[in-house]
Nanobody, 126 residues
Framework: QVQPVETGGGLVQAGGSLRLSCAAS????????MGWFRQPPGKEREFVAA????????VSADSVKDRFTISRDNAKNTMYLQMNSLKPEDTANYYC???????????????????WGRGTQVTVSS
């Protein structure tokens, strides 16, 4: 079992950068694939990026693929999302989540994640 906690959100101008962190309590962090999701105001939660247990495999949404980078440090029980070239449409509450599902095809689907953080707000001004 893990309990994710997101940090690093804030207000940034368009074109700027932010790095989100997701620290997970528990000694089994490395047993879980991890993902980032976001929920823009008034919209459904959407997939951003996910990473395998060891960090060798990642998948990203097309909308962020060339701008956001997901990574993890299992020794620190922490996952990261480096966000560059931010746009106003990236404004959302960002959530990290953990899944024991190893099928990469399922990483984009919130239903397959067992543990969720409470989110951190990212606001990008134009």
């Amino acid at each position: 079992q893990v309990q994710p906690v997101e940090t690093g959100g804030g207000l940034v101008q368009a074109g700027g950068s932010l790095r989100l962190s997701c620290a997970a309590s528990g000694r089994t962090f490395g047993n879980y694939c991890m993902g980032w999701f976001r929920q823009p105001p008034g919209k459904e939660r959407e997939f951003v990026a996910a990473i395998s247990r060891g960090g060798a495999a990642t998948v990203s949404a097309d909308s962020v693929k060339d701008r956001f980078t997901i990574s993890r440090d299992n020794a620190k029980n922490t996952m990261y999302l480096q966000m560059n070239s931010l746009k106003p449409e990236d404004t959302a509450n960002y959530y990290c989540a953990a899944t024991s599902n190893l099928d990469r095809a399922n990483w984009r689907i919130p239903h397959f994640y067992e543990y969720w953080g409470r989110g951190t707000q990212v606001t990008v001004s134009s």
